[in-house]
Nanobody
Framework: QVQLVESGGGLVQPGGSLRLSCAASGFTLDNYAIGWFRQAPGKEREGVSC????????YYSDSVKGRFTISRDSTENTVYLQMNSLKPEDTAVYYCAAEFRYYYCSGSPGSYDYWGQGTQVTVSS
């Protein structure tokens, strides 16, 4: 059974850090583009970051560029999103998603095939 499971969310003060994990079971993440998306209440799901299957292409939205870093650990079959200098506007449910794509990744949620259930990130003092 193909499954993606996010973890690492929580409550953090502004300026703090969190590391989200996206662990796969039932398939290997190698050769899959992995995207991180977030959705705040009343807003559409937006692309935050992605990494291509080859790990040679990454994408960051303007709102997180310079603060978030995406990485892959093939030995753990996991993709991470390191989030630093968090702001209240980063508060949202964060989802990871997978698409079988090697040289490129998309920041648009419509192209992804597998999705996790999400993890809540709350940035508040």
């Amino acid at each position: 059974q193909v499954q993606l499971v996010e973890s690492g969310g929580g409550l953090v003060q502004p300026g703090g850090s969190l590391r989200l994990s996206c662990a796969a079971s039932g398939f290997t993440l190698d050769n899959y583009a992995i995207g991180w998306f977030r959705q705040a209440p009343g807003k559409e799901r937006e692309g935050v970051s992605c990494i291509s299957g080859s790990d040679t292409h990454t994408y960051y939205s303007d709102s997180v560029k310079g603060r978030f870093t995406i990485s892959r650990d093939s030995t753990e079959n996991t993709v991470y999103l390191q989030m630093n200098s968090l702001k209240p506007e980063d508060t949202a449910v964060y989802y990871c998603a997978a698409e079988f794509r090697y040289y490129y990744c998309s920041g648009s949620p419509g192209s992804y095939d597998y999705w996790g259930q999400g993890t809540q990130v709350t940035v508040s003092s």
